[in-house]
């Protein structure tokens, strides 16, 4: 059972790239979100899903696109990276809203 | 530009003593709050929960309490050991879309 699985676990764009992190679960939870975490901030909420076809706007949505064609997979888009975007990015799902969410490793990304 | 990140509160305690740290929510209609732990390099992992119709609930070492007139949650670990040493992050549960929002975080360091 590898839980929340985010890939890459590094990455480094140029201004302008745009880039595709991805997120999988294998607990067939039906809510999924992604978070940001900068340098002694909390985590942000970017978006979140409560089920397949169903996306929603956290707290901090703008640069980022996101969609969820399966209850497993949970991709992050970047269409064209800032420099603001560097950051931590988690991955969380749960089983339904106002559980316990499970993070996956995250993904450190630089944009120069 | 780069974004600067505010310090983290810390807490720091020798090995053995109670550790208490406390957290500030916003919304009086959460009904669900969570403590979680991240240590260097990893993603947040679940330490304890409480809804908002208990005041109170323990787990292993750790107790969390909930004053929902101040809107105040705080998390109590036993016996603190140098492995507790990490982030700790209270998040709460807003019934509006379901969306689990986190607190900035308090570092906790135990000295030997």
């Known amino acids: 059972n590898a839980g929340v699985t985010q890939t890459p676990k590094f990455q480094v764009l140029k201004t302008g790239q745009s880039m595709t992190l991805q997120c999988a679960q294998d607990?067939?939870?039906?809510?999924m979100s992604w978070y940001r975490q900068d340098p002694g901030m909390g985590l942000r909420l970017i978006h979140y899903s409560v089920g397949a076809g169903i996306t929603d706007q956290g707290e901090v949505p703008n640069g980022y696109n996101v969609s969820r064609s399966t209850t497993e997979d949970f991709p992050l888009r970047l269409l064209s990276a800032a420099p603001s975007q560097t950051s931590v990015y988690f991955c969380?799902?749960?089983?339904?809203?106002?559980?316990?969410?499970?993070f996956g490793q995250g993904t450190r990304l630089t944009v120069v | 530009g780069e974004s600067v990140g505010l310090h983290l509160p810390t807490l720091s305690v020798q090995e053995g003593d109670n550790s208490i740290i406390n957290c500030a929510y916003s919304?009086?209609?959460?009904?669900?709050f969570i403590w979680y732990k991240q240590e260097s390099g990893k993603g947040p992992q679940f330490i304890i929960d409480?809804?908002?119709?208990?005041d109170k609930r323990q787990g292993q070492r750790v107790t969390v309490l909930l004053n929902k007139t101040v809107k105040h949650l705080s998390l109590q670990i036993a016996a603190t050991q140098p492995g507790d040493s990490a982030v700790y992050f209270c998040?709460?549960?807003?019934?509006?879309?379901?969306?689990?929002?986190f607190g900035q975080g308090t570092e906790l360091s135990v000295k030997p």
């Open positions: 607990m067939n939870h039906e809510y």
């Open positions: 998040a709460e549960n807003k019934p509006q879309g379901g969306k689990l929002i």
């Open positions: 969380a799902s749960s089983e339904i809203q106002g559980t316990e969410a499970f």
């Open positions: 919304n009086s209609a959460s009904d669900y």
């Open positions: 409480i809804r908002s119709n208990m």
